[in-house]
């Protein structure tokens, strides 16, 4: 059988290809993922973006050059932020981390519109401010770790446009501003009541608002005349689909008319979208939420339950008094959890993901919910790959997290995170209190419109991707070559899945297999003709040596609890299923030659 390549991307190509704000980029065989790892100069000298936590974006990391010329000292480097309290944040991690670094040595600069300078009715919608943490360029590594477990850095079109600004004189150091020059930033919240206007985005009698292209008018440079009264209505839209009660594939200014989606909408009593928060991306939301229970319970330990994605570990284990992590996600494990809380240890939350990444086990969300109110700690979900139109998760959860960045979006060109809190949740009113005193709506607005626009086909994109990942499931466990495929369906903890699944919800679209030997793993992927790169909930079949990849310094820890080195991940897309499966049985021939 003859077979072409179709997804050949050159090393360190974006994925999509020539796309600016691209989330992904390529890493098309094995050795290119062990080399990126080692830092081998042919791959890193390609790269021109990376997985935007892990890869400072060069339009970033041209805005920062250009602030430390203007305001930093010989030596100096600036990692850059949103508001003022997420750099103190940064701040506080460096004094943690290198006390012996003063104030003139790491300090926060804080960049804002100069009011008799800017067009004020366009950037008070926006909100165009950035604050730049400046610190010794050998203490880079200390920041990157904030920027990277974090989520609080800004994104690459947030800095794009505020770079324009700062060139243009408008963005200015908010030190050398009088009061009356201080130009009034945007509101703290995006709250309907107060900052949606629907009359403004529907449709003019010329169509003007329905027949301008988004991407378009958002994608220019600065001096465009941006639609930015769509902000607003943009970011209600994407909490109601968070929210679920709102999942028809219409515009706009259609969108903010309907009538709710009842049998979508997520069954918890008292729910809205009021309780949907948004966030820069999956781990900031993350990061928040850890942070904000802290605040309200004290310092108490954290519980990680099921192998996690990388940084909610670190998150919990860095930025608080530690974890009990509990990497198998088994019975066995909350026997052990209940014996200890039995004795008097109390903890602060539990974090889990349903189901997990990349081994698709579902945790027993039911006993862990009756050991949660039983016990008084914090039940936090990540919905990512499961999605909350397969899986109804919040009846078990105080605070449900999800990564906007990956499947809701789909076009892997833009970040975004959410957070949804509980009103069933005991914790519920205390956790609002807190939400509402510490919530800062970060999310880009340029960023917000491009999620908006992305996410209006999620209900279909959901279906598709169902499908295609169960036929090319089938594919894989048919061969002898292979190992182990792992997908929520075939799992031992199907289950536990199962009693969250919605009524017409199937088990997604993330499956990872593994091989009998490393020869085999690197054959078969070297042969899989999808693109592959980092992340996941692409349109398009994304394939990965995850553990090599976002585990590489510690593949021994993962073997110990049972995730293989030779793993490979793939994140399915909504390619034609007969031609999925001649891909995959293409790759499967190559390691039976």
């Known amino acids: 059988m003859t077979f072409e390549n ?40 390609k790269m021109k973006t ?191 689909r968070i929210a679920g009660s709102l999942t028809a594939d219409v515009g706009l200014p259609e969108a903010l008319t309907l009538e709710k989606d009842i049998e979508r909408t997520r069954k918890v009593a008292d729910f809205s979208d009021d309780d949907v928060y948004l966030y820069p991306c999956g781990m900031n939301a993350i990061f928040s939420t850890h942070r904000n229970a802290l605040a309200t319970k004290g310092q108490l330990k954290s519980i990680v339950y099921g192998f996690p994605y990388i940084d909610t570990l670190k998150v919990t284990e860095k930025f608080g008094p530690g974890c009990l992590f509990y990497g198998f996600g088994s019975s066995e494990e909350l026997d052990d959890l209940e014996k200890r809380l039995e004795s008097g240890e109390r903890f602060l939350a539990l974090f889990t993901e349903f189901p997990g990444n990349p081994l698709l086990r579902s945790p027993d969300l039911e006993r862990i919910r009756s050991l949660a109110d039983k016990y008084d700690f914090y039940v936090v979900i990540d919905e990512t790959i499961g999605n909350f139109l397969n899986v109804n998760v919040l009846p078990y959860g105080d605070i449900i997290v999800s990564s906007l960045t990956k499947v809701f979006s789909g076009d892997s060109n833009v970040m975004g995170g959410s957070l949804v809190l509980s009103p069933k949740g005991k914790h519920y009113a205390t956790l609002k209190r807190r939400w509402e005193q510490d919530y800062e709506d970060n999310h880009w607005a340029e960023d917000s419109i491009f999620l908006e626009r992305n996410s209006r086909d999620f209900v279909s994109r959901i279906e598709r991707t169902n499908a295609n990942a169960e036929t090319i499931c089938n594919v894989l466990r048919t061969h002898p070559r292979v190992k182990q495929v792992n997908y929520p369906k075939y799992s031992d903890t199907k289950h536990f899945y199962d009693k969250c699944r919605t009524p017409n919800g199937g088990y997604g679209g993330l499956l990872s297999a593994t091989f009998h030997t490393k020869e085999d793993a690197v054959v078969f992927f070297d042969n899989l003709d999808t693109v592959k790169g980092p992340s996941l909930g692409t349109n398009f079949t994304l394939s990965s040596p995850y553990v090599i990849l976002a585990h590489y310094g510690e593949l021994d820890w993962c073997a110990s609890w049972g995730v293989d080195a030779n793993l490979v991940r793939f994140s399915v897309g909504l390619e034609e299923t007969s031609k999925l499966v001649k891909i995959f049985s293409h790759a499967l021939e190559a390691i039976s030659d």
């Open 6 to 45: 179709e997804n050949d991307v050159e090393v360190g190509e974006t994925l999509p290809p020539m796309t600016e704000h691209a989330v992904s980029v390529s890493l098309p065989t094995w050795k290119a993922n062990v080399a990126y790892e080692e830092g081998e100069e042919w791959v890193l000298s």
């Open 50 to 240: 990376g997985y935007p936590r892990f890869f400072i974006h060069k339009s970033i990391e041209r805005f920062a050059v250009d602030i430390v010329e203007k305001f930093g000292k010989t030596g100096e480097r600036a990692i850059l932020f949103p508001s003022h309290a997420t750099a103190s944040r940064c701040l506080e991690f460096f004094n943690r981390q290198a006390p012996e670094l003063n104030r003139q040595h790491v300090r926060i600069l804080d960049l804002v519109p100069e009011a008799e300078k800017a067009r004020s009715e366009e950037l008070a919608i926006i909100s165009p401010k950035i604050s730049a943490l400046l610190f010794p360029q050998e203490n880079f590594s200390i920041a990157k770790a904030f920027w990277q477990h974090s989520g609080e850095g800004i994104s690459s079109r947030r800095a794009e446009f505020c770079h324009n600004l700062f060139k243009e004189g408008i963005l200015v150091d908010l030190a050398t501003l009088s009061d009356s020059s201080r130009f009034c930033k945007g509101p703290r919240r995006y709250q309907k009541k107060i900052s949606v206007d629907i009359s403004n985005s529907v449709d003019k009698p010329n169509g003007t608002a329905e027949t301008q292209d988004p991407t378009q008018f958002v994608e220019e440079r600065f001096g465009r005349n941006l639609d930015l009264s769509l902000t607003a209505n943009a970011k209600l839209a994407v909490r109601r």
